[in-house]
Every structure is written in C-alpha cells, then in structure tokens.
C-alpha cells in the first residue's frame, strides 16, 4: 500500500528556509489522480493544513503562508517538497505529508517530522 | 476561518460507546458532506477513520462510525477497546479560502 515518509533538517534558523522532502512509495505520485498535501501541529495545538500540489504542479495554499510557501513535485523521484521562508518561532511544529484531499480525506499520512525555528 | 469545536476529553470503559462532537458553522461542517475525522497515536501517522461523513476507508473497524445534524458532525467509537486511546481530530472542507480546517482535537480515554 502507499507510504509517505518525510525527511529534512530538525532543526531552523528564524529568517532562513525550511525544507522538507516527502518520499511516496507503494505507488507513484502521477497516477490514480490523487492531490499531495502538508499538514502541521504546532506543540500541544491542533492540525492545520498548509497545502496541496497535483502531480501537474498545480498548487494551491492557505492563505495565511501563501506569500512564504512554495510547494513542489519530482515525479521522476516520486517526491513532493515543501519550502517555507523566512521562519519565525511560530513555525515550529510536526510537519506531515498526507496523500489528498480526495472527497474530504486525507490519507494515508507520514509519520512526521519535527521541526524546531531556532538560533 | 475558526477550527472546528470539539470537546478536549471523552472518557469511557471498555466495551462502551462514545461519541465525540465536532461543531463548525453554516461555510464548512453545515453546508458540505466534507467532514473527516483522524486518529492521532504518539510516534504513529495519523490515520484517516472517516471521510465524507460517514464512510469508513478500508481496514478502518465498524466500530467506528461517523455522523453529521446541522452545523455539528459526530464520531461514534462503540465497543470501546484500549487501542482506541488516542487524540482524535474531525476535519471540513470550508468555502473560505483557507479550504480545510481542522477541529480542537480529542483526547479520547479508555478507563
């Protein structure tokens, strides 16, 4: 079955880029017409979605980080990436990859990754 | 765009049944048959157990079941098993351009 595993730095300076990779496998990202999403947890806080990429590289984000995030797919890796810039503290969280929306769903999901905005 | 209320605790014995609301309001949970609700374990991916209301994606148990009156959607847990301890999140797509928004979360309790 399909499986999403993150991967990237633990660890942020506020101002800089955070970068993550999520590596799909058990099938591929361009079939089966399925969206690709980033979803966080701040600590102790509840999910918030951060947005999607269709294996076209058609995106679409919250609005809250539009003018910060960039998400992106390699279909030849069956990866899809997440940059968000000039962090701050606020963006500590896990950060998960999940397969969807499709209908109201996401699934299944990454284990996720912590990532702490720190100097 | 507010997250969804829900309830921080519900607690029940083994082999009871508990339900856990989620309540949104006339642009999200009361309008779309667009609410799903997740399973969160430590050290676990999360794990969808329903979507579009009430349907169960394959493997998820019968035990589960989910609902939706109005503005307020409901997931039931009936015979209730230690396995079930877990943080529960409900989920609506919204026609605020955020799309997606996330409820309070549950902490479900097995006693």
């Known amino acids: 079955q399909v499986q999403l595993q993150e991967s990237g730095p633990g660890l942020v300076k506020p101002s800089q880029t955070l970068s993550l990779t999520c590596t799909v496998s058990?099938?591929?990202?361009?079939?089966?017409?399925?969206?690709w999403s980033w979803i966080r947890q701040h600590p102790g806080k509840g999910l918030e979605w951060i947005g999607y990429?269709?294996?076209?590289?058609?995106?679409y984000y919250n609005p809250s980080l539009t003018s910060r995030l960039t998400i992106s797919v390699d279909t030849s890796k069956n990866q899809f990436s997440l940059k968000l810039s000039s962090v701050t503290a606020a963006d500590t969280a896990v950060y998960y990859c999940?397969?969807?929306?499709?209908?109201?769903?996401?699934?299944?999901w990454g284990q996720g990754t912590l990532v702490t905005v720190s100097s | 765009q507010s997250a969804l209320t829900q309830p921080a605790s519900v607690s029940g014995s083994p082999g009871q049944s508990i339900t856990i609301s989620c309540t949104g309001t006339s642009s999200d949970v009361g309008v779309f048959n667009y609410v799903s609700w997740y399973q969160l374990h430590p050290d676990k991916a999360p794990r969808l157990m329903i979507y579009d209301v009430s349907n169960r994606p394959s493997g998820v148990s019968n035990r589960f079941s989910g609902s939706k009156s109005g503005n307020t959607a409901s997931l039931t847990i009936s015979g209730l098993q230690a396995e079930d301890e877990a943080d529960y999140y409900c989920s609506s797509y919204t026609s605020s351009s955020t799309l997606y928004v996330f409820g309070t979360g549950t902490k479900v309790t097995v006693l």
């Open positions: 058990g099938g591929s990202i361009s079939s089966g017409g399925y969206y």
């Open positions: 990429i269709y294996y076209t590289g058609s995106t």
């Open positions: 999940a397969r969807g929306p499709y209908g109201s769903g996401f699934g299944p």
